[in-house]
Nanobody, 113 residues
Framework: QVQLVESGGGLVQAGGSLRLSCVASGSIFNINAMGWYRQAPGKQREWVVIFSSGGKTLYAGSVKDRFTISRDNAKNTVYLQMSSLKPEDTAVYYC???????WGQGTQVTVSS
């Protein structure tokens, strides 16, 4: 069982930055494989940054060069640094462990224009 807890969301103006955190606990297989997803109102959940089976970190085209994933293995924490935020980045952001299939509860990010 893996538990994931996201934090760091909030309200920010367009062009601003936020850093999301995801703390993992339990039977963690590989924190480096964890990724971030988001779900905007009325839309399906979409991947933002994932770790491919080939060992590459993949960013969705809409966030490439603006978002950066990082990990602190000692703290079992995955971060998502988001900069140059746009109103279309407004969504609930989730981290996910692909090995266990576990999801966090999500953290709301709202970007005002």
């Amino acid at each position: 069982q893996v538990q994931l807890v996201e934090s760091g969301g909030g309200l920010v103006q367009a062009g601003g930055s936020l850093r999301l955190s995801c703390v993992a606990s339990g039977s963690i297989f590989n924190i480096n494989a964890m990724g971030w997803y988001r779900q905007a109102p009325g839309k399906q959940r979409e991947w933002v940054v994932i770790f491919s089976s080939g060992g590459k970190t993949l960013y969705a085209g809409s966030v490439k060069d603006r978002f950066t994933i990082s990990r602190d293995n000692a703290k079992n924490t995955v971060y998502l640094q988001m900069s140059s935020l746009k109103p279309e980045d407004t969504a609930v952001y989730y981290c996910q462990d692909p090995h266990s299939g576990s999801w966090g509860q999500g953290t709301q990010v709202t970007v005002s224009s």
